[in-house]
C-alpha cells in the first residue's frame, strides 16, 4: 500500500498525488476482478481423490446430484420417504432428485445452482430434459484429462484430500505406494482416533500397534508411532480432525488425552499443523445418513485453551456455527499460531460469507484464508470456486475503496500480493515452516 502524499508545488491539485500505478477509484473493481480471475487457488480442504483411489474419487453428474445436501433438499420437495430412497440406485436417485429439485422446482438454493453453473461450464443445456445429454457427457470422460479441465475451469492449481488411515476403502492404496499427483496433496484424518477410540482402536492394534481400549501402558507412545508411519506413507500437508460443538479441552477425555499427549507433540515433531473443524452436531436425523448433520455453537475456550497451552503448534481452524465467527477472529488476534479459514458446509452461502469474510478483513487484515470448497465430488469445484469469486471481488473492491478513501492506495500488484497471500502463501507458509 502506498502512502498518498498532497502535492504542494500546484495547490490547485490537492488531494493524492498520483504514485506510479496507484488506481483511482472506479480502477480498482476491474483490477480486484482480473486478479481474482487470473490467480489460480489451493483448495485447502476437501474430500476428493486423485485418480489412484479409483472409485471413491467421485466425479460425474450422478454423484453431483445424489451430493448429501442435495439429498437433504430433496426429502423436502418429495413424498419419498428416507427409507424407500436408500433402496433405489445411485442413477434413480439421481433422476429423483432431478425430478423433484430441478424440474418440478427452481433450482435456485445454493447447492441445486451449483449444478447448473457445472452444467454450464461444460456447455451442456440446462433445462428439464439436460439429465441424459449430461450422462452422455461425463460417460465419454477420461478421469485424469477430466481432472485437468475442471481444475482448469475452477481456477485451482491444486487441491488438499481428507485421508483416512483406518478406512478400509483407502488403506489398500496407501499400502501399494499411495498417490504421486501433485495436484492432490494428503491430509491425516483422525476422527476415528481423537472421538471414534472406543470403536476404532481394535484397528490399530490390527495393524500392529499395541494399543488397548483405555488407551493405557505402551498407548501414546504407540499411537505416535502409527503417526510416525502414516507422517512417511502420506507425506500429510497436515493432521486433521472435525470436533463436535461440545467439544473441551482440557477434560478429562480420551480426545484431550490423545490430542495434548500424542497427536500435538507428532504435529511438532512433523512440522505441519493440526486442523480443527469444531461445531458439528452428529446425527441429528441418522435417517438422512450423511446429510444427518446438524450444527451447534462451540466453546471456543477449548481453542483459546489449546492455542495458549501448546504455542508451538499451529491450528489451522475453521468453526460451523455463524455464531463462533466473530469470536474465532478475536481469537486469531490473540494468539498469532491460530489461522482461520473457510466458510464450512452451512456457512457456504454467499449472505453468509460475505459476513464472516468482512468481519476477518475488518480485524485480521489479509492474514487468514477465507475459503476452501470441502467438495466431496470433482466438478463442484467449478461452482464453490466460481462463488467464491463473485462474493469476494465486491469485499475486496469495498475494502481499497475505503483505503483509497481515507488517503491510502494500491497498485494492482498490491491486489495481487494481497489475493495470493490469502489464497496460496498463508496456507503454504502455515504448512511448510516447521515447527518451533
Ligand atoms: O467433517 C468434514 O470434513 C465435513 O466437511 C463433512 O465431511 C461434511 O459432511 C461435509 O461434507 N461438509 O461440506
Ligand atoms: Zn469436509
Given at each position: 500500500?502506498h502512502?498518498?502524499?498532497?502535492?504542494?508545488?500546484?495547490?490547485?491539485?490537492?488531494?493524492?498525488?498520483?504514485?506510479?500505478?496507484?488506481?483511482?477509484?472506479e480502477?480498482?473493481?476491474?483490477?480486484?476482478?482480473?486478479?481474482?480471475?487470473?490467480?489460480?487457488?489451493?483448495?485447502?480442504?476437501t474430500?476428493?481423490?486423485?485418480?489412484?483411489?479409483?472409485?471413491?474419487?467421485?466425479?460425474?453428474?450422478?454423484e453431483?446430484?445424489?451430493?448429501?445436501?442435495?439429498?437433504?433438499?430433496?426429502?423436502?420437495?418429495?413424498?419419498?420417504?428416507?427409507?424407500?430412497?436408500?433402496?433405489?440406485?445411485?442413477?434413480?436417485?439421481?433422476?429423483?432428485?432431478?425430478?423433484?429439485?430441478?424440474?418440478?422446482?427452481?433450482?435456485?438454493?445454493?447447492?441445486?445452482?451449483?449444478?447448473v453453473?457445472?452444467?454450464?461450464?461444460?456447455?451442456?443445456?440446462?433445462?428439464?430434459?439436460?439429465l441424459?445429454?449430461?450422462?452422455?457427457?461425463?460417460?465419454?470422460?477420461?478421469?485424469?484429462?477430466?481432472?485437468?479441465?475442471?481444475?482448469?475451469?475452477?481456477?485451482?492449481?491444486?487441491?488438499?484430500?481428507?485421508?483416512?488411515?483406518?478406512?478400509a476403502?483407502?488403506?489398500?492404496?496407501?499400502?501399494?505406494?499411495?498417490?504421486?499427483?501433485?495436484?492432490?496433496?494428503?491430509?491425516?484424518?483422525?476422527?476415528?482416533?481423537?472421538?471414534?477410540?472406543?470403536?476404532h482402536?481394535?484397528?490399530?492394534?490390527?495393524?500392529?500397534?499395541?494399543?488397548?481400549?483405555?488407551?493405557?501402558?505402551?498407548?501414546?507412545?504407540?499411537?505416535?508411532?502409527?503417526?510416525?508411519?502414516?507422517?512417511?506413507?502420506?507425506?500429510?500437508?497436515?493432521?486433521?480432525?472435525?470436533?463436535?460443538?461440545?467439544?473441551?479441552?482440557?477434560?478429562e477425555?480420551?480426545?484431550?488425552?490423545?490430542?495434548?499427549?500424542?497427536?500435538?507433540?507428532?504435529?511438532?515433531?512433523?512440522?505441519?499443523?493440526?486442523?480443527?473443524?469444531?461445531?458439528?452436531r452428529?446425527?441429528v436425523?441418522?435417517?438422512?445418513?450423511?446429510?444427518?448433520?446438524?450444527?451447534?455453537?462451540?466453546?471456543?475456550?477449548?481453542?483459546?485453551?489449546?492455542?495458549?497451552?501448546?504455542?508451538?503448534?499451529?491450528?489451522?481452524?475453521?468453526?460451523?456455527?455463524?455464531?463462533?465467527?466473530?469470536?474465532?477472529?478475536?481469537?486469531?488476534?490473540?494468539?498469532?499460531?491460530?489461522?482461520?479459514?473457510?466458510?464450512?458446509?452451512?456457512?457456504?452461502?454467499?449472505?453468509?460469507?460475505?459476513?464472516?469474510?468482512?468481519?476477518?478483513?475488518?480485524?485480521?487484515?489479509?492474514?487468514?484464508i477465507?475459503?476452501?470448497?470441502?467438495?466431496?465430488?470433482?466438478?463442484?469445484?467449478?461452482?464453490?470456486?466460481?462463488?467464491?469469486?463473485?462474493?469476494?471481488?465486491?469485499?475486496?473492491?469495498?475494502?481499497?475503496?475505503?483505503?483509497?478513501?481515507?488517503?491510502?492506495?494500491?497498485?494492482?500488484?498490491?491486489?495481487q500480493?494481497?489475493?495470493n497471500?490469502?489464497?496460496?502463501?498463508?496456507?503454504?507458509?502455515?504448512?511448510?515452516?516447521?515447527?518451533?
Amino acid at each position: 500500500m502506498h502512502m498518498a502524499t498532497t502535492s504542494v508545488k500546484h495547490p490547485e491539485v490537492k488531494g493524492r498525488s498520483r504514485a506510479a500505478g496507484l488506481l483511482g477509484g472506479e480502477q480498482i473493481r476491474s483490477a480486484v476482478e482480473e486478479v481474482l480471475a487470473s490467480t489460480q487457488f489451493i483448495d485447502i480442504h476437501t474430500h476428493l481423490f486423485s485418480p489412484a483411489f479409483g472409485k471413491i474419487g467421485l466425479w460425474g453428474i450422478d454423484e453431483l446430484l445424489t451430493y448429501h445436501y442435495l439429498e437433504a433438499e430433496f426429502f423436502r420437495s418429495s413424498s419419498m420417504k428416507p427409507d424407500n430412497y436408500w433402496k433405489l440406485s445411485k442413477k434413480e436417485k439421481a433422476d429423483a432428485i432431478w425430478k423433484a429439485l430441478f424440474v418440478e422446482n427452481s433450482p435456485i438454493s445454493e447447492a441445486t445452482r451449483g449444478i447448473v453453473a457445472v452444467l454450464q461450464a461444460f456447455d451442456l443445456p440446462t433445462d428439464a430434459s439436460a439429465l441424459a445429454e449430461a450422462r452422455r457427457f461425463f460417460e465419454a470422460q477420461t478421469i485424469e484429462t477430466h481432472i485437468r479441465k475442471v481444475f482448469e475451469l475452477a481456477g485451482i492449481s491444486s487441491v488438499v484430500m481428507t485421508n483416512d488411515p483406518l478406512d478400509a476403502e483407502e488403506v489398500p492404496t496407501w499400502m501399494n505406494g499411495g498417490q504421486k499427483d501433485s495436484q492432490f496433496q494428503a491430509v491425516l484424518r483422525l476422527d476415528r482416533i481423537l472421538w471414534g477410540w472406543s470403536q476404532h482402536w481394535q484397528e490399530l492394534a490390527r495393524q500392529g500397534y499395541a494399543v488397548d481400549e483405555r488407551a493405557t501402558g505402551k498407548s501414546v507412545a504407540e499411537v505416535r508411532r502409527f503417526l510416525e508411519d502414516w507422517n512417511a506413507r502420506m507425506r500429510p500437508l497436515y493432521m486433521a480432525v472435525s470436533l463436535s460443538d461440545e467439544f473441551q479441552f482440557p477434560d478429562e477425555s480420551m480426545t484431550s488425552k490423545i490430542l495434548s499427549e500424542a497427536i500435538l507433540p507428532s504435529c511438532r515433531e512433523f512440522g505441519i499443523p493440526m486442523s480443527l473443524m469444531i461445531g458439528v452436531r452428529r446425527q441429528v436425523n441418522p435417517a438422512l445418513r450423511l446429510a444427518g448433520d446438524a450444527v451447534g455453537r462451540a466453546d471456543l475456550r477449548a481453542l483459546e485453551n489449546l492455542c495458549r497451552t501448546f504455542p508451538d503448534n499451529r491450528f489451522l481452524v475453521s468453526v460451523l456455527s455463524r455464531e463462533n465467527q466473530h469470536e474465532l477472529c478475536v481469537y486469531a488476534r490473540k494468539f498469532s499460531n491460530l489461522m482461520p479459514f473457510g466458510c464450512w458446509w452451512f456457512l457456504n452461502n454467499p449472505s453468509i460469507v460475505e459476513e464472516i469474510t468482512r468481519e476477518r478483513i475488518e480485524m485480521l487484515g489479509t492474514s487468514f484464508i477465507p475459503q476452501h470448497s470441502d467438495a466431496r465430488v470433482l466438478e463442484q469445484v467449478i461452482y464453490k470456486w466460481r462463488n467464491t469469486r463473485t462474493t469476494l471481488a465486491p469485499i475486496l473492491t469495498n475494502s481499497y475503496r475505503l483505503l483509497h478513501n481515507d488517503g491510502g492506495g494500491v497498485t494492482k500488484q498490491d491486489i495481487q500480493r494481497d489475493v495470493n497471500r490469502m489464497l496460496r502463501t498463508n496456507f503454504e507458509n502455515w504448512t511448510k515452516l516447521s515447527a518451533g
